[in-house]
T-cell receptor, first 114, second 113 residues
Framework: DAGVTQSPTHLIKTRGQQVTLRCSPKSGHDTVSWYQQALGQGPQFIFQYYEEEERQRGNFPDRFSGHQFPNYSSELNVNALLLGDSALYLC?????????????FGNGTRLTVT | DAKTTQPPSMDCAEGRAANLPCNHSTISGNEYVYWYRQIHSQGPQYIIHGLKNNETNEMASLIITEDRKSSTLILPHATLRDTAVYYCIVRVAGGGSNYKLTFGKGTLLTVNP
């Protein structure tokens, strides 16, 4: 049973560029959420996708956008990259509406913006 | 979601029990206590959760005080591989809210040989 998988594992981009990160949820899960983790900090919620729609969003600018596909996989897009966007980006999956169901996280994509 | 307070760091000897405290004095009646840990360079790993009763699984035990204002995660026989940042999170369960976790800085547990 595959867990949450993310690609790529590492990425280096230049300021002003755009980046796309990918996530496949754990088998049986239908909801994907994205988190940003800066060095030395806990993860911060970016947004969540269910039924191919963004359902809730954290305090992140519109430069951060996403998509969910019919097979439940998801992409995170960041436009006009800033140095401060350098972080570990985590994807988590769960089963929507399942009371107290824990989130399952992938190992993240390490994005470095130079 | 209620805020939590954890010590920034703790040490534990290998083979001994590790007891990680968490204060959540503003917890509401419908909020669960969740524990996750994050080993260096990996994603957070779910450990255990509970509402009001003590819980135990193959990884750990969760002790919640009767007034639910604090809890303790117990790793009964810590190993070097348990060295990680441990996060205590309180959140409302059910509906569409189960995807959003509010992480603090957690407790860095260092297990020493």
């Amino acid at each position: 049973d595959a867990g949450v998988t993310q690609s790529p594992t590492h990425l280096i981009k230049t300021r002003g560029q755009q980046v796309t990160l990918r996530c496949s949820p754990k088998s049986g899960h239908d909801t994907v959420s994205w988190y940003q983790q800066a060095l030395g900090q806990g993860p911060q919620f970016i947004f969540q996708y269910y039924e191919e729609e963004e359902r809730q969003r954290g305090n992140f600018p519109d430069r951060f956008s996403g998509h969910q596909f019919p097979n439940y996989s998801s992409e995170l897009n960041v436009n006009a990259l800033l140095l401060g966007d350098s972080a570990l980006y985590l994807c988590a999956s769960s089963l929507y509406g399942s009371v107290s169901s824990p989130l399952h996280f992938g190992n993240g994509t390490r994005l470095t913006v130079t | 979601d209620a805020k939590t307070t954890q010590p920034p760091s703790m040490d534990c000897a290998e083979g001994r029990a590790a007891n990680l405290p968490c204060n959540h004095s503003t917890i509401s009646g419908n909020e669960y206590v969740y524990w996750y840990r994050q080993i260096h360079s990996q994603g957070p790993q779910y450990i255990i959760h509970g509402l009001k009763n003590n819980e135990t699984n193959e990884m750990a035990s969760l002790i919640i005080t009767e007034d639910r204002k604090s809890s303790t995660l117990i790793l009964p026989h810590a190993t070097l591989r348990d060295t990680a940042v441990y996060y205590c999170i309180v959140r409302v369960a059910g509906g569409g809210s189960n995807y959003k976790l509010t992480f603090g800085k957690g407790t860095l547990l260092t297990v020493n040989p």
